[in-house]
């Protein structure tokens, strides 16, 4: 019994790869306002011709791993409470041990939720490169009901079940 889930976002254009990745290394425009669609700064905004209103947008605070973060149910609601956890910091996206830190920290916050990055790599599928961001909601994925290949164990944490996720990408759950 197999399903298939797809997800078509009808309310914004796809980028391409290579443009996406050019952003990681443009020259940053500090007279822009918001910075990016991802900025604090969205909150309430208006908009412009060229930089969508965003009025009923509202965020949260949150600490992740000892850093100010946002959190906002997303504008392009892909599946139900679809959040975007973003950095307080226009920093580009990075993944390292500090991504887990956070990732755990939020669902402290909020345990009913799943937090993930798509990736910061332009080929995976990162749209917005330019600023450090967590996608989240209440939704059960495909990926968290797919089964477990190989489990883990760690002396540091012996009550917590992790496991290599049977799945065509590298994921650990």
Known sequence: DRVLEIT???SKPEKDNKDIAKLVSAPKDTTKYPLCLLCRQN?????TLTHPARTNLRILTV???GEKWFMQYSPYAYFYQHCILLSNEHTP???DKNTVEKLFDFI???PHYFAGSNSDLPIVGGSI???EHYQGGLHEMPMHKAKIAHYFKHDDYPDLEIGLVNWYNTAIR
């Open 129 to 131: 490169l330019n600023h």
């Open 108 to 110: 402290e916050i909020a």
């Open 8 to 10: 078509i976002n009808l």
């Open 43 to 47: 909150e309430g905004y208006r908009g």
């Open 63 to 65: 600490e992740l791993n």
């Open 93 to 95: 996206m990075k993944m």
